[in-house]
Structure formats: structure tokens, C-alpha cells
């Protein structure tokens, strides 16, 4: 289904390119193009901790703006989270 879209839309694979380049290029142009609906996927992230290091972790989440879509939390003698995001592509200068 992917390889019909890319050639409907003439994208060919070149040998002196990487493949993450590449694949990277073709999913661009498979948006822009809406040959098929392309969209990111939400993901649940499930975080278990001990109660302070939860806290802790709770806390820079929330700074972070990230606990926008909780599906589950749990406060005891440990910690549990699960919520739906998005995963962001993070530069090397925000590691």
C-alpha cells in the first residue's frame, strides 16, 4: 500500500541516500500529497515509581506541560501513571 502511494506520487528509492533520509522524505511527501491519510500515533506511556521519586517525576511532567491526556493514576506506596502523548523528536542540544 505505501510502496503504490510513493510510486503514484513518483518517489523512487535512491542507492546514494540513507534509508532513514529517504523514508523520512517519502513520509513528508505522502502528507503533503494525501495520497492516504498519514497521521502520528498517540502512545500510552506507563510510569511506575517509588511514592517520592513519583512525585518528583509528577512534578517535572507537569512543568514539561506533558500530563495533558491522563488515563490513569495512582498514589500508594508507589507511584503509577499512564498517559496518551505524543512523542516528541528531541534535538541533541535538549538531552
Known sequence: MIQKALEE??????ADKSAKSQALEGIKKLVESKVIPIQRAR???????????????????QEAKA???????????????????????????SR
Open 9 to 14: 506520487i513518483g518517489f523512487s528509492v535512491r
Open 43 to 61: 502512545m500510552r506511556l506507563r510510569i511506575s515509581a517509588g511514592a517520592k521519586e513519583g512525585k518528583k517525576i509528577r512534578e517535572k511532567l
Open 67 to 93: 500530563l495533558k491526556e491522563i488515563l490513569e493514576e495512582h498514589f500508594g506506596e508507589e507511584y503509577e501513571l499512564v498517559l496518551s502523548c505524543y512523542m516528541r523528536r528531541l534535538n541533541s542540544r
